[in-house]
Nanobody, 125 residues
Framework: QVQLVESGGGLVQAGGSLRLSCTAS????????MGWFRQAPGQDREFVAV????????NYADSVKGRFTVARNNAKNAVYLQMNNLKPEDTAVYYC??????????????????WGQGTQVTVSS
């Protein structure tokens, strides 16, 4: 079992920044690639970003490339999502998730075994 807890969400104006954090406990953190997903009201959960178990590789949704950065600190069992130049369409509940490490960085939510409870991000125009 892996327990995940997100923090750092909030209300921000368009063009602003937020940094989300996700702290893990339980099984060995570095056994997992870590992903960020988001879900807006009435919409499906969508992939945002993923980082490999070592932190050496990342992948992003086209909608956030150049604005969001994912990073991890295995010594602290933590993964982060730095979000810059936020837009109203970024408003959603953001979730971190753990995927058993493979070479391929997974973007499908079904590939992830463990999920946090989510943190709300609201971007006002």
């Amino acid at each position: 079992q892996v327990q995940l807890v997100e923090s750092g969400g909030g209300l921000v104006q368009a063009g602003g920044s937020l940094r989300l954090s996700c702290t893990a406990s339980g099984r060995t953190f570095s056994d997992y690639a870590m992903g960020w997903f988001r879900q807006a009201p009435g919409q499906d959960r969508e992939f945002v970003a993923v980082i490999s178990w070592s932190g050496s590789r990342t992948n992003y949704a086209d909608s956030v490339k150049g604005r969001f950065t994912v990073a991890r600190n295995n010594a602290k069992n933590a993964v982060y999502l730095q979000m810059n130049n936020l837009k109203p369409e970024d408003t959603a509940v953001y979730y971190c998730a753990a995927c058993p490490a493979t070479y391929e960085l997974r973007v499908a939510a079904a590939s992830y075994s463990y999920w946090g409870q989510g943190t709300q991000v609201t971007v006002s125009s």
